[in-house]
Every structure is written in C-alpha cells, then in structure tokens.
C-alpha cells in the first residue's frame, strides 16, 4: 500500500500548483472576488500540461476551455453591473435532452480518441468532458441541476485521474464533491427562498 508521504513525494511541483490554484479559485469564488478568474486560469493552464502529459487528451482540451472561461469570466465579472440572476430548474426534458446529447457526443469522442491517439481511459475521459462543458453552460444559467452534474463527474474524476497517478488531483475532486454536494444545498435554498 502506498503511504501518504509516498504520494506528496511523486506529486511534482506542477501538479502542486494547478490543484492549489484550483482550490483557491473555488473559494475566492463562492465569496464572489473577482481574482478567482486568476487563479481559475493558472489552474486549468497547468491541467493542460497534466493532461497532456498524462494521455488524457480530451481531459486537456476541456481544461483548456477552462482556460478560456476563466479569461471571459473575468472580462464578465469586470463589466458586469451586478444584474441578480435567479436560480432556475429546468425541466424532466431538458435534462434529458442534456444527457442524450451529451452522451451521444461523448460515444463519438471516445471512439475516436480510443481508435486515432494512443489516449487513455477514452470514454471515461469524453464522458466528464462532455458533461463538464453541459453543467458549466448550467452554471452560467444558474441552474439548480448543475451540482447533481457535478457530484457524478467529480466522482469519475477521481477515478480518472488516479490512474494516471495523479492522486492530489484525485483528492481535490473529493474535495470538489463535496464541495459541489455543499453547492446544490445552498442552491435549493436560495431556490426555495425566491418561491416564497
């Protein structure tokens, strides 16, 4: 069994920073700062090394659309001028339009990433990529269902990238897990709070 102090030792110094970034990105933004989209940058760019390196190509190619958001987010956030947006449910239709379509489209990457590049974990990796970009977009919509997305593909995360060796990503996506249980609470208050 491998010790704890085996792992810290492995982990490189790039994984180090890319989670830590990652977690105070997390945090600087559940208080809602606008230098989280910083963090949120540096962090997803040094998952698009990770991932590349570790063969989890479609995982790179999302951390960089992470990279592209975390800019956008910013510009947003800069010259936003504080419209209060709803949290919202969508309907038994749209989340399974959701589903399907994301499915669909993760069957396809998969199959080509599995039969065209030597990437590892080819469904498992196209499956948290695909439903990544759909609960991101719910987010940005403040959608209620976006935590339950979450829970399902931070749980496969820690899979995914355990794998591949990186075992303090895989412990940050427990702790976005919880993270993300903590997210769906505090959304469906607020969402009950608004009926009233």
Same mark, same amino acid.
């Given at each position: 069994?491998?010790?704890?102090?085996?792992?810290?030792?492995?982990? !490189?110094?790039?994984?180090?920073?890319?989670v830590t970034s990652s977690i105070i990105?997390?945090?600087?933004?559940?208080?809602?700062?606008?230098?989280?989209?910083?963090?949120?940058?540096?962090?997803?760019?040094?998952?698009?090394?990770?991932?590349?390196?570790?063969?989890?190509?479609?995982? !790179?190619?999302?951390?960089?659309?992470?990279?592209?958001?975390?800019?956008?987010?910013?510009? #947003?956030?800069?010259?936003?001028?504080?419209?209060?947006?709803?949290?919202?449910?969508?309907?038994? #239709?749209?989340?399974?339009?959701?589903?399907?379509?994301?499915?669909?489209?993760?069957?396809?990457?998969?199959?080509?990433?599995?039969?065209?590049?030597?990437?590892? #974990?080819?469904?498992?990796?196209?499956?948290?990529?695909?439903? !990544?970009?759909?609960?991101t977009y719910m987010v940005t919509k403040?959608?209620?269902? #976006?935590?339950?997305?979450?829970?399902?593909?931070?749980?496969?995360?820690?899979?995914?990238?355990?794998?591949?060796?990186?075992?303090?990503?895989?412990?940050?996506?427990?702790?976005?897990?919880?993270?993300?249980?903590?997210?769906?609470?505090?959304?469906?208050?607020?969402?009950?709070?608004?009926?009233?």
């Amino acid at each position: 069994m491998i010790s704890i102090w085996e792992v810290v030792k492995a982990t !490189s110094i790039v994984e180090w920073l890319a989670v830590t970034s990652s977690i105070i990105y997390v945090i600087l933004a559940a208080k809602r700062l606008i230098i989280c989209w910083f963090f949120a940058f540096i962090g997803s760019i040094l998952f698009v090394h990770l991932c590349y390196i570790g063969k989890l190509y479609i995982e !790179s190619i999302l951390q960089f659309f992470y990279v592209m958001m975390a800019i956008i987010g910013w510009i #947003n956030w800069k010259n936003s001028k504080t419209k209060k947006i709803f949290v919202q449910k969508w309907t038994l #239709n749209n989340h399974l339009i959701n589903i399907i379509l994301s499915g669909i489209f993760s069957i396809i990457i998969g199959y080509i990433f599995e039969n065209y590049t030597n990437q590892e #974990n080819p469904y498992i990796d196209s499956f948290t990529t695909c439903y !990544s970009l759909s609960a991101t977009y719910m987010v940005t919509k403040k959608i209620l269902g #976006n935590w339950i997305y979450w829970i399902i593909i931070d749980l496969i995360s820690i899979y995914l990238y355990a794998t591949r060796g990186y075992h303090l990503t895989a412990l940050q996506y427990i702790i976005f897990t919880f993270l993300a249980l903590f997210g769906f609470i505090a959304w469906k208050n607020q969402y009950q709070k608004q009926k009233q």
